[in-house]
């Protein structure tokens, strides 16, 4: 084993990796391509009151709820963060962060600017965020277009929508551009890498150092 290796398998906190992109820019795609080869990463599967689409599996997408139970989730205070996105509400379980963060995981977030922000405040510095940016307008209505799962109406609201998204950009630590999948998800992956070996995360490397040390 390298050293490089053996250091990287020591304790360190989970952190929290929020992708964020209008509608539409390939978010739900990096996200499962990164699932498929990062073994330390979880899903945060939201809750949303808006309707499935055709393919979508409830609890796997989304835990797809009622606007009372979503409203009783909040009164719970069972939501870390909460948002309206095209008039249906968007909110990510507590419980389950928790759960991974504590047994040393990574998490990944599929969510908006809006919900970036509060778990921004939340979670200071176990968060990462990605802003991923479409090649061009054209290729974004293209996309929107051939995923063929909402109707010409919905299309053309997250288009008019896209604008107001993107304006949020400069909030977030990365910004990559997904014009080709394979070599955006590259980029991905190596920023998840370069914050996973950050000093402060590595609880790990305390121990470590000290025994290092001791050999001197
Ligand atoms: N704040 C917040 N936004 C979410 C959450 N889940 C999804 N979203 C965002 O809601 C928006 C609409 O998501 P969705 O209906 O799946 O449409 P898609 O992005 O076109 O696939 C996207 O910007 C998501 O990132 C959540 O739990 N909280
Ligand atoms: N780099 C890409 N080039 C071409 N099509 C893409 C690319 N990335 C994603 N797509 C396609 O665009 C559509 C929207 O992608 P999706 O991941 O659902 O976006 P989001 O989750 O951000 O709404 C899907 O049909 C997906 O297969």
Known sequence: MSSEVGTEALTRRGLMLVLSSPSGAGKTT?????LK??????????????????GEEDGKDYFFVEPVDFNLMINRDELLEHAK?????????????????SEGRDILFDIDWQGTQQLAQKAGDDLVSIFILPPSTAALEKRLKTRAQDSAEVIAQRMSKASEEI??????????????????????????KAERLRTRRRAGLIDFVNRLREGY
Do not use: Q
């Not at 899903?43 to 309707?51: C, G, I, K, Q, Y």
């Open 30 to 34: 990096i996200s499962r391509a990164l």
């Open 167 to 192: 304006s949020h950009w400069r909030e977030y630590d990365y910004v990559v551009v997904n014009e080709d999948v394979d070599h955006c998800l590259a980029e991905v992956k190596a920023i998840l």
């Open 37 to 54: 080869e990062e073994d330390n990463l979880v899903m945060s599967v939201s809750a949303t009151t808006r309707p499935r689409r055709p």
């Open 85 to 101: 996105v095209f008039n249906h509400y968007y909110g990510t379980p507590r419980a389950p962060v928790e759960t991974a963060l």
